[in-house]
């Protein structure tokens, strides 16, 4: 790398480009991938690319993925840079030399990819059953090792395992058709696997979408609802999450602009997002401009409290850098993103939280949805929800969806439960995909319910 470094500096100086950074990353993955017995994809990739980013008022970007042309993506980067010269500036702060390689028990590189086949094929197996008419199961590992430098001096070396794996079934009865999955993944090696109880999970994914054959349709309107700890995730993520990064507040997308002080929600309630946590999925050690990763409290007691942010929304708003610039890969320009974000536990058992519940619904799992963080709207649909009727749990209901206005929801939480879980992995879209993990306690709140089209 000491010679990219040198002629770094030296395109720079030739260009008059005061702020660099350089990000050579190498990517080795395997992927499988089985549907009904059938198997779909076993490949295994290495890639090496450098992604290059040059600041002059104004952004100029470019990559490549071919030595020989990792020169001229230097220079390249830094040409647009100078004919796009801005207004614009930029936190630069200390340079940072350091290397951070996330340990796991028992690395995936040790083992060989016919106990990886041998995994998806016990889980299909697992997974077959009356009623069961397609199921599917998939592995993935991968390594990132991220070399950094810039302008300031910085250098940095990462190396961050990632692993998820997940099974889904359809289940048919009289020509209706309902579906169920179950996805596991952490910045982890080979022990997630070992850890996982596959036959009681394969069992519970039949079991619900079984059940899911038999439910009712919803009921509709304004009431109680408890979300589980997945659907809070979803929901802080996605309603609460995305209002917060900075690009949005900065472009006018977000409600959430110049409230920073303000309450916004209920007493008591606390969002974090923390990519510094062990293990999770949406975990790392620096971001992708060489800022280190850090635990950035949302809203503490109710008040919003921080934006996630970059270099550049951090010198915008005046504003700590907080490490959550985050690219897709080397061919992407880093946006701000979120790590693990999650709700804080509260004091109540999920059984008193139900005794609160006279007529309402518990709703379970995230089946996807629609945010307007300009607007504060959004919709999510649940996978199974339940009728609660004084405090016990009764039938089940399908296709149900909740809704409302981002703000109100916060303020018109009840209870916050104790028991906080952040370990539902995903990857979110913003038009780039980068690994991110959420959750938080089950929570009693009100909402528009109503079935999904």
């Known amino acids: 790398?000491?010679?990219?470094?040198?002629?770094?500096?030296?395109?720079?100086?030739?260009?008059?480009?005061?702020?660099?950074?350089?990000?050579l990353v190498r990517v080795t993955s395997t992927r499988l991938s089985m549907s009904n017995g059938q198997l779909r994809e076993l490949s295994s990739d290495s890639e090496l690319g450098i992604g290059a980013r040059a600041f002059n008022g104004a952004w100029g970007f470019s990559s490549a993925?071919?030595?020989?042309?990792?020169?001229k993506a230097i220079e390249t980067a830094m040409k647009i840079a100078k004919l796009s010269r801005g207004s614009a500036r930029i936190y630069t702060g200390n340079p940072v030399k350091d290397e951070v390689e996330l340990k796991v028990k028992k690395p995936f590189t040790e083992v060989d990819v016919e106990e990886k086949l041998s995994l998806v094929k016990e889980?299909?197996?697992?997974?077959?059953?009356?009623?069961?008419?397609?199921?599917n199961a998939y592995y993935g590992d991968s390594i990132v090792e991220t070399l950094y430098f810039n302008s300031l001096g910085s250098e940095i070396r990462t190396v961050v395992p990632r692993v998820r794996f997940g099974f889904s079934v359809t289940a048919k009865e009289s020509g209706e058709m309902q579906n169920f999955w179950k996805s596991f993944g952490g910045t982890l090696g080979w022990e997630?696997?070992?850890?996982?109880?596959?036959?009681?999970?394969?069992?519970?994914?039949?079991?619900?979408?079984?059940?899911?054959?038999?439910?009712?349709?919803?009921?509709?309107?304004?009431?109680?609802?408890?979300?589980?700890?997945?659907?809070?995730?979803?929901?802080?993520?996605?309603?609460?999450?995305?209002?917060?990064?900075?690009?949005?507040?900065?472009?006018?997308?977000?409600?959430?602009?110049?409230?920073?002080?303000?309450?916004?929600?209920?007493?008591?309630?606390?969002?974090?997002?923390?990519?510094?946590?062990?293990?999770?999925?949406?975990?790392?050690?620096?971001?992708?401009?060489?800022?280190k990763a850090k635990r950035v409290e949302i809203i503490r007691d109710g008040v919003l409290v921080s934006y996630l942010n970059d270099r550049?929304?951090?010198?915008?708003?005046?504003?700590?850098?907080?490490?959550?610039?985050?690219?897709?890969?080397?061919?992407?320009?880093?946006?701000?993103?979120?790590?693990n974000t999650y709700v804080e536990p509260g004091d109540w058992s999920f059984e008193e939280?139900?005794?609160?519940?006279?007529?309402?619904?518990?709703?379970?799992?995230?089946?996807?949805g629609q945010v307007d963080t300009a607007n504060g709207t959004f919709t999510f649909g649940a996978?199974?929800?339940?009728?609660?009727?004084?405090?016990?749990?009764?039938?089940?209901?399908?296709d149900v969806a909740l809704s409302g206005k981002i703000l109100n929801v916060l303020k018109n939480i009840r209870a916050i439960g104790k028991d906080t879980r952040v370990e539902f992995p995903g990857y979110c879209g913003k038009g780039q995909w980068v690994p991110v993990d959420d959750g938080g306690p089950h929570i009693l709140t009100r909402a528009l319910v109503g079935g999904l089209k």
């Open 1 to 23: 790398m000491e010679w990219l470094v040198k002629r770094a500096e030296e395109l720079a100086e030739k260009h008059g480009i005061e702020y660099y950074e350089v990000r």
């Open 65 to 71: 993925n071919d030595r020989e042309r990792f020169e």
């Open 123 to 135: 889980i299909d197996g697992l997974l077959a059953g009356d009623g069961i008419v397609s199921r």
């Open 192 to 291: 997630l696997i070992e850890k996982t109880d596959l036959n009681f999970w394969t069992a519970h994914v039949r079991e619900k979408a079984l059940e899911l054959l038999r439910a009712g349709s919803p009921p509709s309107g304004e009431m109680d609802v408890v979300a589980d700890p997945e659907l809070t995730g979803v929901f802080i993520h996605e309603a609460l999450g995305h209002a917060v990064e900075a690009d949005s507040v900065k472009n006018g997308d977000s409600i959430l602009a110049g409230r920073l002080g303000e309450r916004i929600a209920v007493d008591g309630l606390n969002v974090v997002d923390d990519p510094t946590l062990p293990g999770k999925f949406g975990s790392y050690p620096y971001d992708d401009e060489g800022i």
């Open 312 to 339: 550049e929304t951090a010198e915008y708003f005046g504003l700590e850098p907080n490490g959550h610039a985050r690219a897709e890969s080397y061919a992407h320009q880093p946006l701000v993103r979120m790590g």
């Open 353 to 368: 939280i139900l005794e609160e519940v006279k007529n309402g619904l518990y709703m379970l799992g995230d089946k996807g």
């Open 383 to 398: 996978k199974i929800g339940y009728i609660v009727e004084n405090g016990e749990i009764r039938e089940p209901v399908r």
